[in-house]
């Protein structure tokens, strides 16, 4: 993408019917460290990796709890992934509330488009700058859905979103088909074997990533890191020898297309 | 040259004719309801009429009104208020309808709603003149709720408002069971409604049974109980009296 006239403004469309601040946004959401969603029937699990500044320093968090049965995991600008989190928790508890139930997961999310369709038509402000990957519950079991900061939103049985997450989705899409009988384990070993392509190599360590389910009987909450180093143990040490070889050449057809894939010296300090 | 004069209301809780749009007191009422849950749903009765204070003046009002596809509310108390309560509720159903997303409102929802509403008006000292019952069945649960005009609100098996609470709810703590065929909750309901025609001055002889299960609602056609006028106590009803009094 190159700079051009028509970019300056969110409000200004460009002679073929584009907003380029808003693709700006959207590139945003690239640079920020992998997320992972995928669901089942009746389970959604959301993923993350951790990634710090510096050793130094502690890793952002990616992944917020908005209410019992629901949760949404971000990439791009943190400071903005952190707001969009308490309009949700906030319109999540006004509903339950009034209405002493939990608020379908499909409303909160046309609700929380909406907020951010409003930045991409005023001058006087700018898009979110960040992706959200919402997993939650509502009355006809577990749904997945990403809000883009273009105000639209997609519901997905599985995805990934932020650098390097074309890796991820090229296995999301072999196996997804199957979700959505999987069980609760299969679904959270799929979600770290997902986070496990996003790092190119890199030894898995259950450090590096963070781990959520919901579920129909079940409150969103984290996984500990002893549960999901057990589950790491159990394909860490059997690499998947001809799986390894597949990815190899995907990864390398999919790098140069990818913004941030080369290396993170190139992202800046706010986003992660 | 024009200029206002300032009208100095005065304090409102002080002055009486400050502040008319208040409501102070309710000009046409319902008398009772009585819910029950049953084997299958819940059972509401009341009767048709409206009185303007001690005059029986409105004979054909329906208390009863089926909300949404699960819910059921009655209500007693200022008629008016009632039907401004139903406004907001078909507002409420109809945006949650537009949504068409697969969800719906079940009756839980609509109670916890109009708790809010009666209890945020009363703490305005605006109150909605009313006791509503609110019943219903959504995905097998049998819900059975009351909110009064201060904001009182909780759940129970029987349910009665005015008067129906000292005369009714007494018949149904004894007699109430979980396993209440449809006939035989009707006949308790209408035990219960045959003694406030009796005792309740502002009660008429021609009531609405409403019915709500899974499959949804059902509003009887008016009719009247058969009552019995000939006990000895009726015949002379001031013979065992002394005096002027």
């Given at each position: 993408m190159f700079r051009n006239q028509y970019d300056?403004?969110?409000?200004?469309?460009?002679?073929t019917g584009r907003l380029f601040q808003v693709e700006y946004a959207m590139e945003a959401v690239k640079q920020g460290s992998a997320a992972i969603g995928l669901r089942s029937r009746s389970h959604v699990v959301l993923a993350?990796?951790?990634?710090?500044?510096?050793?130094l320093s502690s890793h952002q968090r990616k992944i917020f709890k908005v209410d019992d049965h629901i949760g949404v995991a971000i990439a791009g600008l943190t400071a903005d992934g952190r707001v969009l989190s308490r309009y949700m928790r906030s319109e999540s508890i006004n509903h339950s509330f009034t209405y002493e139930s939990p608020l379908p997961v499909g409303?909160?999310?046309?609700?929380?488009?909406?907020?951010?369709?409003?930045?991409?038509?005023?001058s006087w402000k700018r898009p979110y700058g960040v992706g959200l990957l919402v997993g939650g519950l509502d009355e006809s079991g577990a749904h997945l859905y990403y809000n883009c900061p273009s105000g639209n939103y997609f519901e997905y049985q599985a995805f990934a979103i932020g650098s390097r997450s074309q890796a991820a989705k090229t296995y999301l899409e072999r196996r997804f088909k199957s979700f959505n009988e999987s069980s609760r384990e299969d679904l959270i070993k799929d979600a770290i074997l997902a986070i496990r392509e996003t790092l190119q190599g890199e030894t898995l360590k259950s450090s590096l990533c963070t781990v959520s389910v919901l579920g129909v009987d079940e409150p969103f909450h984290f996984l500990d890191q002893e549960s999901i180093q057990k589950v790491i143990d159990t394909f860490e040490k059997v690499p998947e020898e001809e799986e390894d070889g597949g990815e190899a050449e995907a990864e390398a057809a999919a790098a140069p297309a990818e913004q941030g894939g080369a290396g993170d010296q190139d992202v800046a300090p706010m986003e992660m | 040259?024009?200029?206002?004069?300032?009208?100095?209301?005065?304090?409102?809780?002080?002055?009486?004719?400050?502040?008319?749009?208040?409501?102070?007191?309710?000009?046409?009422?319902?008398?009772?309801?009585?819910?029950?849950?049953?084997?299958?749903?819940?059972?509401?009765?009341s009767d048709m009429g409206g009185s303007y204070g001690s005059t029986l003046r409105y004979k054909n009002i329906e208390r009863v009104k089926a909300i949404g596809k699960h819910s059921l509310l009655g209500a007693s108390g200022e008629i008016s208020d009632f039907q401004e309560i139903l406004r907001y509720l078909d507002e409420l159903v109809l945006n949650d309808n537009m949504w068409d997303d697969g969800n719906s409102l079940g009756?839980?929802?609509?109670?916890?709603?109009?708790?809010?509403?009666?209890?945020?008006?009363?703490?305005?000292?605006?109150?909605?003149?009313?006791?509503?019952?609110?019943g219903g069945v959504k995905n097998g649960e049998i819900y059975l709720g009351m909110v009064s005009m201060i904001g009182v609100s909780f759940e129970d098996n029987h349910v009665a408002t005015g008067f129906g609470n000292h005369l009714a709810r007494p018949i149904l703590r004894d007699e109430w069971r979980a396993d209440l065929s449809f006939e035989d909750g009707v006949k308790l309901l209408e035990k219960c409604?045959?003694?406030?025609?009796?005792?309740?001055?502002?009660?008429?002889?021609?009531?609405?049974?409403?019915?709500?299960?899974?499959?949804?609602?059902?509003?009887?056609q008016p009719y009247s109980l058969k009552t019995f006028w000939e006990f000895q106590a009726f015949h002379n009803p001031t013979a065992g009296a002394q005096g002027s009094w």
């Open positions: 300056t403004d969110v409000t200004t469309w460009s002679p993350s990796v951790n990634k710090a500044q510096s050793e409303r909160l999310v046309v609700r929380l488009a909406d907020k951010a369709q409003v930045c991409t038509q005023r | 040259m024009t200029f206002t004069i300032p009208i100095d209301n005065g304090d409102a809780l002080k002055n009486a004719e400050a502040d008319s749009q208040r409501t102070l007191y309710p000009y046409v009422t319902g008398t009772s309801i009585v819910a029950i849950k049953y084997k299958d749903g819940v059972l509401m009765a009756p839980k929802e609509v109670h916890n709603y109009l708790t809010r509403v009666m209890y945020n008006r009363r703490n305005k000292f605006n109150p909605l003149w009313n006791t509503l019952v609110l409604m045959r003694v406030l025609l009796y005792r309740d001055r502002s009660a008429i002889n021609k009531l609405q049974i409403a019915k709500i299960t899974e499959e949804g609602v059902t509003v009887s």
